[in-house]
């Protein structure tokens, strides 16, 4: 069975830090590229970041750049998401999702979800005082 399985949520205070991982099991991440999206409560899911199979090719959302930093181990077979600088409105669910379309490049549309086949069950970051 093919699974992502996300972890490292949980209650910051601004200007806090978190690492977010995205472990798969079943299949082997290295051929994938791996999107971050995250969610919040009443709006739409939001594509944060995207990292290709090598490592070489990122993007990140406007919203995110300078602060946070996606990464992967693939000997590991696990993604990360380093979150710094954390803000209030970066409290949301957060998922990562894995395609095997172009995975040697985030284009442009790495924000769309429907481009990404496998999701985990996401992790709750919150930043509050």
């Known amino acids: 069975q093919l699974q992502l399985v996300e972890s490292g949520g949980g209650l910051v205070q601004p200007g806090g830090s978190l690492r977010l991982s995205c472990t798969a099991s079943g299949f082997t991440l290295e051929h994938y590229a791996i999107g971050w999206f995250r969610q919040a409560p009443g709006t739409v899911r939001e594509g944060v970041s995207c990292?290709?199979?090598?490592?070489?090719?990122?993007k990140y959302a406007d919203s995110v750049k300078g602060r946070f930093t996606i990464s992967r181990d693939n000997a590991r077979n696990t993604v990360y998401l380093h979150m710094n600088n954390l803000k209030p409105g970066d409290t949301a669910v957060y998922y990562c999702?894995?395609?095997?379309?172009?995975?040697?490049?985030?284009?442009?549309?790495?924000?769309?979800?429907?481009?990404?086949?496998?999701w985990g069950q996401g992790t709750q970051v919150t930043v509050s005082s």
């Open positions: 990292i290709s199979t090598s490592g070489s090719n990122i």
């Open positions: 999702a894995a395609t095997p379309k172009s995975p040697t490049y985030c284009g442009s549309n790495f924000y769309i979800s429907t481009k990404y086949d496998y």
